[in-house]
Nanobody
Framework: QVQLVESGGGLVHPGGSLTLSCAPS????????MGWYRQTPGNQRELVAN???????NYADSVKGRFTVTRDNAKNTAYLQMTSLKPEDTAVYYC????????????????WGQGTQVTVSS
């Protein structure tokens, strides 16, 4: 497993924007999938968005048109640009990488970040 480090969470007013980032703490060769999930107290972790190495992306219906997932393959870093934020977006956001190659042909298990709190409130 690889340790992922997230940053960029915080408090924002409704309608505001935030950008989260996620990068491995140690060097990896590549990751097929870089994604974001979120969780609120008492609820299951849910998918927000995934970005794949072939360029494909998918989003939860609740964030389509407002959130954008991007990746920097040279840095093996994932980003989640969040705009038009709503109070219901308040959650702990986790990044998740899949298909991780620590070195060419050396695969490790999917990995999670530690989570970063996003609070949308006036």
């Amino acid at each position: 497993q690889v340790q992922l480090v997230e940053s960029g969470g915080g408090l924002v007013h409704p309608g505001g924007s935030l950008t989260l980032s996620c990068a491995p703490s140690t060097s990896i060769f590549s990751a097929t999938r870089m994604g974001w999930y979120r969780q609120t107290p008492g609820n299951q972790r849910e998918l927000v968005a995934n970005s794949y190495s072939d360029g494909k992306r998918n989003y939860a219906d609740s964030v389509k048109g407002r959130f954008t997932v991007t990746r920097d393959n040279a840095k093996n870093t994932a980003y989640l640009q969040m705009t038009s934020l709503k109070p219901e977006d308040t959650a702990v956001y986790y990044c998740n990488f899949g298909g991780i190659e620590r070195a060419p042909g050396v695969y490790v298990t999917d990995s999670w970040g530690q989570g970063t709190q996003v609070t949308v409130s006036s």
